[in-house]
């Protein structure tokens, strides 16, 4: 087939060569911003006089009926015609015949690829920024529902202190809250707007790129041809940004696989979100747990992958840059389904507060508050790390629990011990008394939940 730019060319391309760089088998994705860029930049030719507007009506007609086919399936993409914006083009000038061909006055590839790439990524940034509030949503509500579990903190995988399960819970509010946060700076980047910059340098066309902003509700038009067609800058970003709320989703998983487990017990799964293995009757695996722990490193591999492709390409536009599409699209997909599953299986899982309760009775968990109960007699706080060392280690060599150690027999470590000790190592006082900013206090974890269930 007669390439659009065979212009210059004695011989046809090798077909080898075809199938090794076309990008239509992947880039087809990006019809719908295509076809509404092209749109947009046909009503300025014709505003700006640099096409007729009959041409232009004609272009515009033509290209919502290629809508129309893509979207019922009927349209053929083909390989040989490289990419999706070739596609379209060649589609265009075989429907309208000549007035086809004025649809890339004034334009590149190169800028036309660039804007068809924030188009895409804007909105599904948007998608994105609706699915994790969704999930922020749901795990605050649980968060509410169990305000009064009280389960192990941990720091080394070992027992530390009481917290709230809600406190543990929100932790995770907190990571999609600064997530969120990204995704939506990385959209200010995104949201510019690129048509114009041509193959590089602009074009000696009178076009109005401030209209076209306009026309795509682009909040700013790019300032430098150059850096115009070879930023990929925001798909990084957006990789990045996605790299990080992976990280955080990975981290959920990895916990509730272990509080799922026989060991901890802390959680239960839910059926639907858990599979049978076709050996062993009894399990009951948590393979979305581990899938989007594992998904976690394709992620990774994108944002290392675009990375490298952009690290040493001189200016401009190359073609290396094509492979910006497959990172950012799987990284779309991989993000998206993630949260979605998550978010659908979150309420479902059940939490056992009775093994939760338990676990903080063994483990020294209040140690920490012996030692400023100390403290706050008087004794120097090394020392009463010190001495509550010893009362512990006497525990653990008789393999008793600091409640049961009895008032009396902790007397003999300090003097400064008095009988109100027993209240403060009760686990419930331990909880109550986190009352820094930010600690994890019963009335402080409530009004946190507050706050976040009254912003909209
Ligand atoms: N398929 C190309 C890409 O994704 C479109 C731009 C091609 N430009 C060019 N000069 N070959 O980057």
Redesign the pocket.
């Known amino acids: 087939m007669k390439k659009l730019w065979a212009g210059r060319f004695k011989e046809e391309t090798e077909k080898t060569v075809e199938s090794f760089s076309e990008?239509v088998s992947f880039?087809a994705r990006l019809w719908k911003y295509d076809i509404e860029g092209s749109i947009a930049h046909v009503k300025m030719l014709s505003r700006q006089k640099i096409i007729p507007q009959k041409d232009a009506a004609l272009i515009m007609k033509g290209l919502l009926e290629i809508e129309a086919e893509i979207q019922s399936g009927k349209f053929k993409f083909r390989e040989s015609l490289?990419?999706v914006?070739m596609n379209i083009e060649y589609a265009l000038i075989k429907k309208i015949g000549d007035a086809g061909g004025k649809i890339h006055t004034a334009r590149?590839?190169?800028d036309?690829?660039a804007l068809d790439m924030r188009l895409y990524l804007r909105e599904e940034i948007g998608t994105i920024l609706k699915l994790i509030k969704g999930f922020q949503k749901v795990i605050v509500s649980s968060a509410d529902k169990h305000i009064d579990v009280i389960m192990p903190g941990y720091t080394h995988l070992q027992r530390a202190q009481p917290v709230l399960l809600s406190h543990h819970l929100l932790a995770y509010y907190e990571m999609l809250e600064r997530d969120r946060g990204r995704f939506d700076d990385c959209l200010s980047r995104t949201n510019v707007m690129p048509l114009g910059a041509a193959a590089l340098s602009g074009t000696t066309f009178p076009i109005d790129r401030k209209y076209v902003a306009r026309l795509l509700k682009f909040p700013a038009v790019s300032e430098n041809s150059i850096d115009t067609v070879s930023d990929r800058d925001f798909v990084i970003e957006f990789i990045s940004a996605s790299s990080i709320l992976m990280t955080h989703l990975s981290r959920l998983a990895e916990e509730f696989i272990i509080w799922n487990s026989e060991e901890f017990r802390f959680i239960e799964l839910p059926d639907a979100f858990t599979t049978g293995s076709s050996i062993m009757p009894q399990k009951k695996n948590p393979d979305v747990l581990e899938l989007t722990r594992g998904r976690t490193g394709r992620v990774y591999g994108h944002l290392v992958s675009l990375l490298t492709v952009m690290k040493a390409l001189p200016l401009a536009?190359n073609?290396d840059?094509?492979e910006d599409?497959e990172p950012a699209f799987d990284t779309v997909d991989t993000v998206k389904s993630c949260i979605t599953v998550l978010t659908r299986m979150f309420p479902k899982v059940r939490f056992n507060r009775k093994a939760m309760n338990e676990a903080t009775l063994s483990g020294f968990l209040t140690a920490t508050d012996i030692a400023e109960y100390l403290v706050k007699k008087g004794m120097p706080f090394r020392e009463a790390h010190s001495v509550t060392g010893r009362i512990v280690k006497h525990c653990s060599d008789r393999n008793i629990a600091l409640a049961e150690l009895g008032i009396d027999n902790l007397k003999k470590f300090s003097k400064l011990i008095g009988r109100d000790i027993s209240h403060h190592i009760k686990v419930e006082t331990s909880v109550h008394e986190k009352k820094s900013y930010g600690g994890t206090s019963k009335k402080l974890v409530q009004s946190r939940i507050k706050k976040i269930k009254s912003r909209k």
């Open positions: 990008s880039d490289e990419d914006h590149s590839r190169n036309q690829v536009y073609r840059m094509q599409k």
